[in-house]
């Protein structure tokens, strides 16, 4: 009775795959055969380099679709951030090495706060986490340009940009590395954690969940504190790369890329489905996609209207999948 | 694609419907021929054949996952079939949705339903088939002609309600009431009466009985056997999928169906139980919930002792065991468990001091549906040290306990990793018991642990119930199947709008008595 064909077993063994790996070295393979330029080594080193950024965006946005959620503010808590890491840097001109770790903490905390505002706002208050997430969008991005007066922040110190952005260790430039200690970070989380388990419960079946013994509000909190920690890092990141604290820095192509990548990795918008690797696969995809039409010289505009194709296309094709293999039919 | 496993070896044999008994000589409406259904190469129906003659109840019997559901869903079009054809009037129709075959005369009511909550009931009935001139609505004569339908019915329905206010019982009523407005030559129905009462069920065979007199054949799936000797008129039983054998539903026994069913013989149905009552577990005294569902009541289990609580659905019987484990908001009244008083009852302390609850809705409240079947026996378990350590899973561990869990609840197959959803009610069932001894228990409450779920699943339910009495442990044991909560318990508390009408122990603990009690004594 339970003896399985192969086929059955391919697909047991790639089901949690995806086809996202696929998608990405076809995509890979196509931009290469397209513009020879694209498989240099520089590019991937570039691709990888600027896939960091989306990487960090997409899983603080992941842990928040699995609870069943979605954070709209992650882009402008990326702009509070920015601005607020800059202010503090450029407060204690007399000593780099106390501003930098100043600025990278209130950077980072900055993140975690809007995180806990959001995670109050949805655990305790019972805010939808779309009309929460849009309000802090507007608050923090209203903070941010209050708080910079609209302007950028230069003229910070340069170790800042050297430390988290420019060099590299044995050749591996440091967003790459910064990037994988949190993918590391929270793959250990989901998977290993009594935490993780719970997000992962919460997003399921709230109720259920709740019925068997697990404080669904703290975790709730937990895991949009967590994001936001995660969005104010990357916030510090992308902060060095430009050396200057900008209001401007998040942008609203930010949120609708993270929520791309997580949703072309396989992530649940309904929650409680999804994993780390598919979601770095997917911000990985996205950062292709445009690299790629970028070489290829395709208009700007126009790319802005293929990344929205594409996650249309994404969620489409994930419904028919689902309709064809005869799942969630009940 | 299609692959070959042992099933289709046997495909074929022992699978003809036609030489059955019954209302012999009465014209063959509706057949299903040689059905087949594989879902990536499991096959959920195998060969299958059911033929359905005009003015005859037609009973599916089989366990969960026999293939009944799949089955019905071909029938009505909300499925296409691997192979095979289903046949109306000797002509084999092409459907490729429910609307096809709604055309053709062929109407379901399922268990899950298909309304609309926040419309009315009138705007469900009418749900596809609005009367309506050059696209507006003629609102009023659709109110005339719903209010007609549901007196006709014999329904007891307000058609302006909203769906989302109605129980669960009134919800079947609109689906049924919907279904029947079509005017269907062939009727589906899919265990209609398990959430109805008594009296509503009532209603509905005398429905069925002018249906049956105007023609109509009804394909009708119930687990009840009581019901199948009352209304059927033939009995097919289904099994892994195939066609087992058709049976006079009035002379078929209860042992023969349910041998036939689980293709082994089964000796008393309810086990032996020695009861050897001890300390009060949990005391309840003069409890009310805010939203006055329950009030003044008080009762006590205790160890190594299984307590019903019995009533009509709606008479807040499940609400005092979700009082309990602090899922209703109290108004009064206190609750002790294990000598000490719950103040603020939370299932996550309840849990951990020894008291778990099984909720009826499996669904809703019950389990992670799209997670493993590993992640949900473990779930409530996973704050104690062998299975985790400041925060770190100890997964290796809990692979081994999803394993014996699994075996020792008799969760078949066996697949620890699958998504849960992919099981059939009974072994969903089985998941949130196993889920909820999981970790050291005193007293488990049950909130219809058999509803929906087949005769054998059933069977292992209560003996996995009597083994844990028979460890010490206490049950509250809350159900709407009143022989059941008879046979399965060693005092039943009979709650009546919301309140306890009655106990019952010893030479008292009988239907009748417990009857007389549901519904007072006026």
Wanted: glycine share 10%; with cysteine.
């Amino acid at each position: 009775m339970t003896q399985k064909t192969l086929p059955q077993k391919l697909g047991a063994h790639l089901e949690p795959v995806g086809a996202i790996p696929v998608i990405v070295v076809l995509f890979i393979i196509f931009f290469g055969i397209l513009e020879p330029r694209f498989l240099s080594g520089d590019n991937i080193f570039n691709l990888s380099r600027q896939s960091s950024y989306l990487i960090l965006a997409c899983l603080a946005q992941f842990l928040i679709l699995l609870t069943g959620g979605i954070d709209l503010s992650v882009g402008s808590a990326i702009s509070l951030a920015s601005v607020v890491c800059a202010t503090v840097m450029k407060s204690f001109p007399e000593a780099e090495g106390a501003a930098v770790s100043l600025g990278v903490l209130a950077g980072i905390g900055t993140g975690g706060l809007v995180g806990l505002a959001n995670g109050i706002g949805v655990a305790y208050f019972n805010v939808t986490p779309f009309v929460m997430t849009l309000g802090s969008l507007s608050m923090a991005l209203g903070l941010a340009l209050y708080i910079s007066g609209g302007y950028s922040i230069a003229g910070l110190p340069s170790g800042f940009g050297d430390v988290f952005s420019y060099a590299d260790v044995g050749g591996v430039p440091v967003p790459i590395i910064y990037a994988a200690l949190v993918i590391i970070a929270v793959y250990l989380l989901l998977t290993w954690t009594q935490a993780g388990r719970y997000i992962y419960a919460i997003g399921s079946n709230v109720q259920a969940a709740r019925l068997s013994g697990i404080p669904t509000k703290q975790y709730l909190l937990f895991a949009y504190v967590a994001a936001g920690l995660i969005v104010g890092f990357a916030a510090v990141l992308m902060t060095a790369r430009t050396e200057s604290g900008e209001a401007s820095l998040g942008g609203s192509d930010l949120v609708l890329k993270s929520v791309a990548g997580c949703i072309i990795g396989g992530v649940a918008l309904t929650g409680g489905k999804g994993f780390v690797r598919n979601v770095v696969l997917g911000a990985f995809f996205i950062t292709l996609l445009s690299n790629g039409m970028n070489l290829l010289r395709v208009n700007s505009y126009l790319q802005t209207f293929i990344i929205g194709a594409v996650l249309v296309l994404a969620i489409a094709l994930d419904q028919l999948r689902e309709k064809m293999t005869g799942r969630k039919t009940v | 694609m299609l692959a070959e496993t042992e099933h289709s070896v046997l495909a074929g044999d022992g699978a003809d419907a036609s030489n059955s008994t019954g209302t012999a000589g009465a014209k063959c409406l509706l057949q299903a021929r040689n059905l087949s259904k594989s879902y990536s190469g499991f096959l959920a129906l195998n060969n299958m054949n059911l033929d359905l003659r005009a003015g005859e109840v037609h009973v599916l019997f089989g366990e969960n996952g026999a293939g009944k559901s799949t089955l019905i869903s071909i029938i009505c079009g909300a499925l296409a079939p691997t192979a095979g054809d289903v046949v109306l009037d000797g002509n084999v129709l092409q459907m490729s949705s429910v609307k096809d075959a709604r055309d053709q005369g062929i109407a379901a009511v399922f268990q899950e339903f298909s309304l609309a909550p926040e419309l009315t009931v009138e705007e469900n009935m009418f749900l596809g088939a609005e009367v309506a001139q050059s696209g507006w609505l003629k609102k009023s004569r659709m109110r005339h002609a719903a209010t007609q339908a549901l007196a006709e019915l014999g329904f007891k329905l307000d058609p302006g309600a909203i769906v989302a206010h109605l129980s669960r019982a009134e919800c079947q009523m609109v689906e049924i009431a919907k279904a029947v407005m079509t005017d269907p030559r062939v009727l589906i129905l899919d265990e209609p009466t398990a959430s109805l009462t008594e009296a509503e069920t009532n209603v509905l065979f005398a429905l069925i009985e002018r249906l049956k007199a105007k023609g109509v054949g009804m394909i009708y799936i119930s687990h009840r056997i009581d019901e199948i000797r009352k209304i059927g008129d033939r009995v097919t039983v289904m099994r892994d999928g195939q066609y087992i054998e058709t049976l006079d539903a009035r002379t078929a026994t209860k042992t023969e169906l349910v041998e036939s069913m689980t293709g082994r013989s089964f000796g008393d149905f309810y086990p032996k139980l020695n009861f050897r009552p001890g300390d009060p577990v949990l005391s309840i005294d003069g409890l009310a919930t805010l939203d006055g569902r329950v009030s003044d009541v008080s009762l006590n289990v205790r160890a190594g002792e299984i307590v019903g609580l019995a009533g009509l659905v709606g008479c807040g019987k499940s609400e005092i065991g979700r009082a309990c484990f602090g899922l209703e908001a109290l108004a009064s009244g206190e609750i002790h468990f294990a000598g000490e008083r719950l103040r603020h009852p939370q299932p996550r302390h309840l849990i951990q001091k020894g008291m778990n609850f099984v909720p009826s809705d499996r669904m809703r409240e019950g389990l992670l549906m799209g997670r493993s079947t590993r992640e949900n026996l473990s779930l409530s378990a996973l704050f104690q040290k062998e299975f985790s350590n400041r925060g770190f899973l100890r997964r290796k561990r809990e692979v081994k306990f999803a394993n014996e869990m699994g075996e020792r609840i008799g969760v078949r197959p066996l697949r620890i990793e699958g998504a849960v959803s992919d099981y059939s009610g009974g072994n969903k069932q089985k998941v949130m018991l196993g889920r909820a001894i999981a970790s050291p228990l005193r007293l488990l409450i049950l909130d219809e642990p058999t509803i929906g779920i087949d005769v054998g699943a059933k069977a292992e339910v209560y003996a996995l119930l009597s083994e844990l009495v028979q460890d010490g442990m206490a049950v509250l044991l809350i159900s709407s199947d009143l022989p059941e909560v008879l046979s399965m318990s060693n005092r039943v508390y009979v709650v009546r709008q919301g309140h306890i009408a009655d106990e019952l122990v010893a030479e008292r603990k009988t239907e009748d008595v417990a009857l007389k009690s549901f519904f007072g004594q006026e």
